[in-house]
Structures are given as structure tokens and as C-alpha cells.
Nanobody
Framework: QVQLVESGGGLVQAGGSLRLSCAASGSIYSIDVMGWYRQDPGKQRELVAVITTGGSTNYADSVKGRFTISRDNAKNTVYLQMDSLKPEDTAVYYC?????????????WGQGTQVTVSS
């Protein structure tokens, strides 16, 4: 069993910063891609950023230049540094990790953390 625990969400004014963390624990052989997604009520979940084992990254156009994804492989943790936040960044943020476990590779999701940006 693998669990992802997120932390770091909250309320911030426009222009401010937040840092999200997501740590995986359990029966893990290795972790491939790690990523962050977000979802507004009534909308589909959308990709924010992903990072490979080797450190290659990909970002949604809406966050390029403002958000930075990073990972600590020794800690099975992925981070999302969010700077210059805008009200439109308000959403529930979910981490995703593609984990190699005993029965193969599987997707695991965090519980979600609310990010609210006030204008």
C-alpha cells in the first residue's frame, strides 16, 4: 500500500507565494514521474507540472515562469513552489506519483490541498 500526503496549501494574497509538498510512503520500489494537478469545482482536473526521475520538467502554459516543480528522490517527495500567485490559481491541488510496487506500476494521488488566492 502506498500513501501520498500533501501539505502546504492555504490562503494568500495575489502576488504571494506558497510551497506545496507531497511525500509518498509504503511499499515502494521506485517512483517514475511525479506531478501536480489542480481542479476547480465543476471543472476537469488539469495538469500543472510534472517532473521525471531525471529531472526533466513540463509546465502548463498558465504557470510557466511562476511555478517550479522539484523532487527529492531520497525522500520520495515532490514539491511545487508557487510564486506570483494569481486569483485564477485558486483550486484544489493534487499530487500524483507513478509508483513501481510489487504488482507493477500504478498511479497514486494525494488527498488534495486547497490553495486560495485573494485579489
Amino acid at each position: 500500500q502506498v500513501q501520498l500526503v500533501e501539505s502546504g496549501g492555504g490562503l494568500v494574497q495575489a502576488g504571494g507565494s506558497l510551497r506545496l509538498s507531497c511525500a509518498a510512503s509504503g511499499s515502494i520500489y521506485s517512483i517514475d514521474v511525479m506531478g501536480w494537478y489542480r481542479q476547480d469545482p465543476g471543472k476537469q482536473r488539469e495538469l500543472v507540472a510534472v517532473i521525471t526521475t531525471g529531472g526533466s520538467t513540463n509546465y502548463a502554459d498558465s504557470v510557466k515562469g511562476r511555478f517550479t516543480i522539484s523532487r527529492d528522490n531520497a525522500k520520495n517527495t515532490v514539491y511545487l513552489q508557487m510564486d506570483s500567485l494569481k486569483p485564477e490559481d485558486t483550486a484544489v491541488y493534487y499530487c500524483n506519483q507513478k509508483v513501481d510496487v510489487t504488482y507493477g506500476r500504478a498511479d497514486f494521488w494525494g488527498q488534495g490541498t486547497q490553495v486560495t488566492v485573494s485579489s
